[in-house]
């Protein structure tokens, strides 16, 4: 075999393998679109289907092929990974509501310590007369 013809051969299949690669690691939680760019259909596994769930639903690309290039994700892990991604902005966003109002308290106390500041630099009426 022709060494740049063997080059061409090995980078066409590293092109192809990373390509998998992304596809893989990027199917998680409930996707709006393949990464063929075509749109997701939710569909249910015939009954005749021998598994231990029959009837199971999947996430599947419109144009789905079992080549690896496209999404055919079952719903309960899409789901299942989705709630974790929720459940994760929640706790964030709880904490953020907690840092806003330690903040608040802060700002608070801050406005409070100015203003008594400014009323001693004031000094008492008296001195001023």
């Known amino acids: 075999m022709d060494p740049n013809e063997e080059r061409r051969s090995m980078k066409a ?16 939680g409930i996707q709006e ?13 015939p ?10 639903r999947f996430f599947t690309c419109k144009e ?7 999404y055919r994700q079952p719903w309960v892990c899409a789901v299942e990974e ?8 929640v706790e964030k966003c709880e904490e953020y509501k907690s840092l806003v109002v330690k903040l608040e308290v802060e700002n608070q106390e801050l406005k409070v310590s100015c203003f008594q500041d400014f009323l001693n ?8 007369l």
Do not use: W
């Open 13 to 28: 299949l590293k092109a192809h393998f990373d390509t998998l690669h992304f596809v893989t690691d990027s199917m998680q």
């Open 33 to 45: 679109r393949c990464a063929c760019g075509q749109r997701l259909v939710r569909e249910r596994a």
């Open 47 to 56: 009954a005749e289907v021998f598994d231990y769930l029959p009837g199971k």
């Open 64 to 70: 789905y092929k079992d080549d690896g290039m496209h």
């Open 82 to 89: 989705e709630l974790g991604f929720m459940k994760t902005r």
């Open 121 to 128: 630099d004031l000094g008492s009426p008296m001195e001023l």
